[in-house]
């Protein structure tokens, strides 16, 4: 699979991901509504955990020639996700909403601003 492909499907999972994280956010927790969206959010992250540790990291120091600094976020993601789980399964919300501002903030909002800076494809394909 080239690189190419492989940002696309990370776009896949990210994308509606983003979206999905932001209205779960805003919206009241608890419901089936909200657990349900949830299941689904989770899977998006999770799958974009995994597909950007198959990313080579292009910017800045590099461990074994592939993994940077942003694949700690990678990390971050594959972490609180089944942290997060774990946590509403014993009803422990407190420890539950830790873990989803962590994701939101570290996985999507940090990571993402990472993305858009000069020298990466989703800079360079947004800006020229």
Do not use: E, N
């Not at 989803?100 to 000069?118: D, N, R, T």
């Amino acid at each position: 699979m080239s690189y190419t492909q492989i940002v696309y499907l990370h776009l896949g999972t990210v994308v509606p991901g983003f979206f999905l994280g932001t209205a779960l956010m805003l919206r009241r927790k608890g419901s089936a509504t909200h657990k349900g969206l949830g299941k689904v959010y989770m899977a998006l992250m999770f799958a974009t955990g995994l597909i950007t540790l198959c990313m080579p990291a292009f910017v800045g120091p590099r461990l074994l020639d592939h993994l940077g600094f942003i694949h700690l976020l990678s990390l971050l993601t594959l972490f609180s996700v089944p942290a997060a789980i774990l946590a509403a399964r014993r009803r422990d919300i407190a420890a539950h909403r830790s873990h989803m501002i962590g994701l939101y903030v570290g996985g999507l909002l940090i990571a993402g601003s990472f993305a858009f800076m000069p020298g990466r494809m989703l800079h360079s394909w947004l800006f020229g």
